[in-house]
């Protein structure tokens, strides 16, 4: 069974900078595409960023490209979000997922986190 725990969310003013934190058990970590997606109040959810297996490679969405950043640490089995430059309309509930494919399609992804809540006040 995979788990994935995310953490580092909150409420931080516009111009400010949050990490968020995927922890993953039960598959080898390393095998697997894992990405951070994002769903706002009445919207769908969208991808954010992705990165390989071996974290030699990442894609963002346009809307958070020079301002987030992803990675990894396959020794310690946990993908991280780094957000600066934080604005209003980033503000949702943040999930990170684990899939084999290296798509922006959630549909791709097999396993999902429970999210964690980014509030960015203006």
């Known amino acids: 069974q995979v788990q994935l725990v995310e953490s580092g969310g909150g409420l931080v003013q516009a111009g400010g900078s949050l990490r968020l934190s995927c922890a993953a058990s039960?598959?080898?970590?390393?095998?697997?595409?894992m990405a951070w997606f994002r769903q706002a109040p009445e919207k769908e959810r969208e991808s954010v960023a992705r990165?390989?297996?071996?974290?030699?490679?990442?894609r963002y969405a346009d809307s958070v490209k020079g301002r987030f950043t992803i990675s990894r640490d396959n020794a310690k089995n946990t993908v991280y979000l780094q957000m600066n430059s934080l604005k209003p309309e980033d503000t949702g509930v943040y999930y990170c997922?684990?899939?084999?494919?290296?798509?922006?399609?959630?549909?791709?992804?097999?396993?999902w986190g429970q999210g964690t809540q980014v509030t960015v006040s203006s």
């Open positions: 039960g598959r080898t970590f390393s095998n697997f595409i």
């Open positions: 990165i390989s297996g071996s974290g030699d490679s990442t």
């Open positions: 997922a684990s899939g084999r494919f290296y798509y922006s399609d959630p549909a791709r992804y097999d396993y």
